[in-house]
């Protein structure tokens, strides 16, 4: 797992190949969300079984709300053989670096 601030994250997600991945709830993620980003709730009872159904030749920029459930999850992945990225402060400071949030 590599830690990126917003500006760093914004970078690594520009490029098409890389998956940005939500890990918060569904309800947080209806609430705005970075766009295109897919949601796997850390929480879930399926989190293991849903992520282990990725392509493990993608990278992954995962975040949550202030960044410690994306740890939890980019390590959870890492130990599954994916490669991680993990935006440092979550969408919170995705939000106080003025990028796009959709709903």
């Keep these: 797992m590599i830690n990126l ?4 994250f914004s970078e690594k997600i520009s490029n098409e190949k890389v998956v940005i991945l939500d ?8 609430e705005g969300h970075i766009p295109n980003a ?15 159904a990725l392509d493990k030749s993608r990278e992954f920029a995962i975040y949550c709300r202030s ?5 939890d999850a980019a390590t959870a992945m890492d130990e ?5 990225s993990n935006l440092t402060g979550g ?7 003025n990028k796009d949030i959709t709903c």
């Design 67 to 71: 960044g410690k459930r994306s740890v």
């Design 91 to 97: 969408i919170i400071s995705w939000a106080e670096a």
């Design 23 to 30: 890990v918060r709830t569904a309800a947080e993620f209806a």
């Design 80 to 84: 599954l053989g994916f490669s991680t």
């Design 38 to 52: 897919i949601n796997i709730d850390i929480f879930s009872d399926y989190f293991i079984a849903d992520v282990s």
């Design 5 to 8: 601030d917003a500006a760093q």
